[in-house]
């Protein structure tokens, strides 16, 4: 079992920054990726970016690359998405994942049904 627990989200107006922070706790056995993915109402959850569990390799989908940055602490076991420049259309629920199979973050199509663990989500909200 892996344990992820969010934190940081909230209300910024448009191009304004935040840092989403994700600790992640249990299975100490394996290595696993771990990434984030946001769900708009009404709208499926999709993939923002990811990161490999030694933290050398990330992948980001197109719509925040430039934007947004994936980082890890391996000594905490903690990730960190630091998304600058924030715009109304990335208001969602942003949601930790941890992928056991290590696939999000090197395949260029992330499913969420790649994902073996989520967080609860924390909520950020842009404003125009």
């Known amino acids: 079992q892996v344990q992820l627990v969010e934190s940081g989200g909230g209300l910024v107006q448009a191009g304004g920054s935040l840092r989403l922070s994700c600790a992640a706790s249990g299975r100490t056995s394996s290595n696993y990726a771990m990434g984030w993915f946001r769900q708009a109402p009404g709208k499926e959850r999709e993939f923002v970016a990811a990161i490999s569990w030694s933290g050398s390799s990330a992948n980001y989908a197109d719509s925040v690359k430039n934007r947004f940055t994936i980082s890890k602490d391996n000594a905490k076991n903690t990730i960190y998405l630091q998304m600058n420049t924030l715009e109304p259309e990335d208001t969602a629920v942003y949601y930790c994942?941890?992928?056991?199979?290590?696939?999000?973050?090197?395949?260029?199509?992330?499913?969420?049904?790649?994902?073996?663990?989520w967080g609860p989500g924390t909520q950020v909200t842009v404003s125009s």
């Open positions: 994942a941890a992928d056991l199979q290590n696939t999000i973050v090197v395949v260029t199509a992330v499913s969420a049904s790649y994902v073996d663990y």
